[in-house]
């Protein structure tokens, strides 16, 4: 463990330096999506005010409020892209140099979408997630967070990370047969953004569509963080969320992993000790 964190820890601080570097496109790209949970949240309000059902779908006028931002945090934070660098690895011809190097390919993508999780987590979520607190509980009066819901929160958070970049490493293999997924990708956010309970919370579809998704790895990525922030999940039902979703990593691993090629280790530089990763399964 100590030897993986000597070799890719360094990947996840240089991307940590280059989002610092260029923090006019992050800025930009969290006012886009800032601007989208504010009219996320006057449509919800308009549901809510033309609505005589005080709860909809498990959410009462309140908790949707907490939701649609605590959406925005948890999916800035947890939704770290890699399959745009695969695909500008396999564009630019540098895929074939990574794959020949004694590294873990799909680890030091891991690494590099975790320095830009946790830049995003310092920089703008964690203020905005004060300031949500602070209101929901001077305005909406509703009852603060409780420390073991904060620490449940952030393990379910980085479960749903491991889950969304283990996907994203699984599409980004469309990259070689397809060379530019941009397309893809941007078919991709939109249909994530619906399985993943963004634009919709899952409870307000009907019991055959969440057994469906119950089946599914999406909804463990954003709406089941969200959804034990705000309490909604308790005793066995909370267990049973956070296993899944860790089976869903384990399953998620395995299945990204390529075959192995034996090449030289980084320390003991014996050529059967070491392995990299070449053909990946798809």
């Known amino acids: 463990m100590r030897k993986r964190l000597r ?12 989002q610092l570097a260029y923090k006019g496109a992050f800025y930009l790209f969290i006012l886009v999506h800032l601007f989208g ?5 006057y449509l919800w ?4 005010g033309s609505s005589e059902k005080a709860v909809i779908g498990g959410l009462t006028q309140e908790e949707m409020v907490v939701y649609v931002f605590m959406v925005y945090v948890t999916g800035s934070v947890v939704t770290a892209s890699i399959s745009t660098m695969v695909s500008e690895d396999v564009v630019k011809g540098t895929v074939a140099m990574n794959l020949i190097k004694p590294i873990d390919y799909r680890l030091s993508l891991i690494a590099m979408a975790s320095g830009n999780m946790v830049y995003r987590f310092l920089v703008p979520s964690v203020f905005i997630w004060i300031g949500l607190e602070i209101y929901k509980i001077k305005v909406l009066g509703l009852a603060p967070v409780t420390i073991a819901g904060i620490f ?16 994203d490493f699984c599409f980004g293999m469309l990259a070689f047969f397809t060379t530019y997924i941009f397309g893809m990708r941007m078919a991709k956010d939109a249909l994530l953004s619906f399985l993943t309970g963004q ?5 307000f579809f ?3 569509m969440q057994r469906v998704f119950d089946f599914l790895p999406f909804s463990s990525m ?14 066995q039902t909370l267990a049973f969320m956070l296993l899944r979703q860790a089976a869903w990593v384990v399953l998620l691993y395995r299945r990204t992993s390529p075959i192995c090629i034996r090449q030289p280790d980084l320390e ?6 070491g392995s990299s990763w070449g053909v990946v399964e798809v």
Not at 7 to 16: G, H, M, R, S, V
Not at 45 to 48: E, F, G, L, P, Q
Not at 199 to 203: A, E, V, Y
Not at 222 to 235: A, C, D, H, R, S
């Open 7 to 18: 070799i890719y820890l360094p990947f996840a601080a240089n991307e940590l330096k280059r």
């Open 37 to 41: 949970s504010f009219i996320s949240y």
């Open 45 to 48: 309000m308009a549901i809510y």
């Open 152 to 167: 449940l929160y952030l393990i379910s958070c980085v479960m749903s990370f491991l889950i969304y970049v283990l996907f």
């Open 199 to 203: 634009l919709i919370p899952i409870s």
């Open 206 to 208: 009907p019991d055959a």
């Open 222 to 235: 954003v709406y089941t963080p969200v959804m034990i922030y705000l309490g909604k999940y308790t005793g």
């Open 268 to 273: 003991t530089g014996d050529e059967t000790a």
